[in-house]
T-cell receptor, first 113, second 113 residues
């Protein structure tokens, strides 16, 4: 079974704080993704990575950055958290050659006050 | 620009009946589609997929139909069970480009007793 672990289920941060969301996978998948899920908007892609030290902007990268220093770990960084970044954040992994199936973590619900 | 749309935010169906979830897309470059199911406090899980070379794919109680000319796909669940109550997302993909899925806004299905 693919295991995608997000370090926190719930986080509460203050406006202006730097926030780190961590995602670790145990299946040696090349591709990793960060999404946010908001009511009425579905899942929107923030950033993704095909390999270590590689990153690509998704559809809504503003206000976020990412880091992938090791294949199994993909971090999402909010440089200066704002209230409009309150959301559910979902990490996913994908194995090249296994079609387009992505495997998701349980999510981190972030509240920025 | 919402390339994948699920126009029904919610759907209620009686146990044992058919559930039909609809999805429309605008990007004619999509050639592969997936359905995901999401329970509260869990990440989305892959349910079923279909390639654009097919118009139907079946897996147990779940069948996905694709109408390319109408840019429309639907997920049929027969018979519906209470455990099917979840949010369902459809996603489109262009196999010739980077491994990005474009998700719809989701439909919340409630299966009542």
């Amino acid at each position: 079974d693919v295991k995608v672990t997000q370090s926190s289920r719930y986080l509460v941060k203050r406006t202006g704080e730097k926030v780190f969301l961590e995602c670790v996978q145990d299946m040696d998948h090349e591709n990793m993704f960060w999404y946010r899920q908001d009511p009425g908007l579905g899942l929107r892609l923030i950033y993704f990575s095909y390999d270590v030290k590689m990153k690509e902007k998704g559809d809504i990268p503003e206000g976020y950055s990412v880091s992938r220093e090791k294949k199994e770990r993909f971090s999402l960084i909010l440089e200066s958290a704002s209230t409009n970044q309150t959301s559910m954040y979902l990490c996913a992994t994908q194995f090249e050659g296994q079609g387009n199936i992505q495997y998701f973590g349980a999510g981190t619900r972030l509240s920025v006050l | 620009d919402q390339q994948v749309k699920q126009n029904s935010p919610s759907l209620s169906v009686q146990e044992g009946r058919i559930s039909i979830l609809n999805c429309d897309y605008t990007n004619s470059m999509f050639d592969y589609f997936l359905w995901y199911k999401k329970y509260p406090a869990e990440g989305p899980t892959f349910l079923i997929s279909i390639s654009s070379i097919k118009d139907k794919n079946e897996d147990g109680r779940f069948t996905v139909f694709l109408n390319k000319s109408a840019k429309h796909l639907s997920l049929h669940i027969v018979p519906s069970q209470p455990g099917d109550s979840a949010v369902y997302f459809c996603a489109g993909f262009n196999t010739g480009t980077a491994s990005k899925l474009t998700f719809g806004t989701g439909t919340r299905l409630q299966v009542t007793l």
